[in-house]
């Protein structure tokens, strides 16, 4: 496999006989770990809980809502960074069908439900440097040594950018970080996730390579710029028997690093990348959706409220999807 010298971890050098050995043998513990509802509750892959659907996030109708469908949520506590907040947790979404734009909701409990911030949204598809059909999949980061939020957004689904904000409400100077002339063979680089981890900023993000969906990753100093990029995937689907997975999140437990994301059958899934990103062991679904799901949960953003972890997810098609709040039991 290609070693890409820029790394700062060793890059991943699986054989396919060692890649089978490991996906075998984390098939046997998943499977071992799904023996039973009860078990399944006790713990899923990687000691993931079981997360029971708590409500919608937000209540329609909405005042922005230009496409009936909104996607990517990005769960923020917010009550002790900055002062004068609108509640103690922000929400992050938006459309994804043009135009998109980033959208606020608010709420002092993760258990929600969440207010509209009226004047959503709060960026929309005419960029300072140019105009983009939509921009959706907002993530933010809070960044303590510039005291700062920084939202990463793509527009068009080729580029990711970062804006920066004191206040999580207003942003300003947007600037691309990724595009898929920085990592050859892709035609997407989209739907980012950025968090901090060992001092500094690691990004996974999806890439779309001969037309299938892997999730790739890079990192940065500081989360703005100096970015580099790995030029291989960091998580193959056909280690799940996928053929696409999308909507990347860091999940640090165990004194390890997972990666959870969803797939073209919509379940959820997670993989352990290892503290260095140097690894890809396929652990297995971790959830799966519900009736109320139309058949795919989603992009999933994690947190914790009064010691109870709670996951924010898109449910439904891809185009005809909402934001549900589910709650570990």
């Known amino acids: 496999m290609h070693r890409d010298a820029r790394l700062p971890y060793p890059q991943r050098g699986w054989t396919l006989n060692r890649r089978s050995l490991i996906k075998g043998a984390a098939v046997t513990g998943a499977a071992g770990l799904f023996a039973s509802p009860r078990a399944a509750q006790a713990a899923g892959p990687a000691g993931m809980p079981t997360y029971r659907y708590l409500r919608d996030a937000l209540t329609m109708p909405l005042r922005y809502n230009p496409t009936g469908e909104f996607i990517f949520p990005c769960i923020r506590g917010v009550y002790d960074k900055i002062s004068g907040a609108r509640g103690r947790y922000y929400l992050y979404y938006a459309p994804h069908e043009k135009p998109g734009g980033i959208c606020v ?73 990724l595009s898929t002339r920085l990592v050859p063979g892709l035609t997407e680089t989209s739907y980012a996730r950025v968090f901090a981890h060992s001092g500094r900023y690691v990004m996974v993000y999806m890439g779309v390579l ?4 892997h999730i790739y990753h890079g990192w940065s100093p500081n989360g703005w710029d100096q970015w580099q990029f790995a030029q291989t995937p960091l998580i193959n689907p056909a280690g799940d028997g996928l053929t696409d997975i999308s909507g990347p999140h860091v999940v640090v437990r165990n004194g390890t690093t997972y990666v959870a994301y969803h797939g073209n059958d919509g379940r959820m899934r997670i993989t352990e990348v290892g503290n260095n990103f140097d690894r890809e062991v396929h652990l297995g679904v971790f959830h799966t959706p519900i009736a109320s799901d139309n058949g795919r949960a989603a992009a999933p953003s994690f947190g914790t409220d009064g010691g109870v972890e709670y996951m924010f997810y898109e449910a439904g098609a891809r185009l005809n999807a909402r934001i549900c709040i589910a709650r570990a039991v």
Do not use: C, M
């Open 105 to 177: 909701a608010y709420a002092n409990s993760l258990a929600g439900p969440f207010t509209e911030y009226t004047a959503n949204p709060v960026i929309d598809n005419v960029l300072p440097s140019t105009t983009v059909s939509h921009v959706s999949s907002p993530h933010v980061t809070w960044i303590p040594a510039a005291k700062q939020f920084y939202l990463y957004y793509h527009g068009e689904n080729t580029t990711t950018r970062v804006a920066r904000s004191s206040d999580g409400l207003t942003f300003r100077d947007e600037t691309p970080i």
């Open 210 to 213: 001969g037309g299938k969906r």
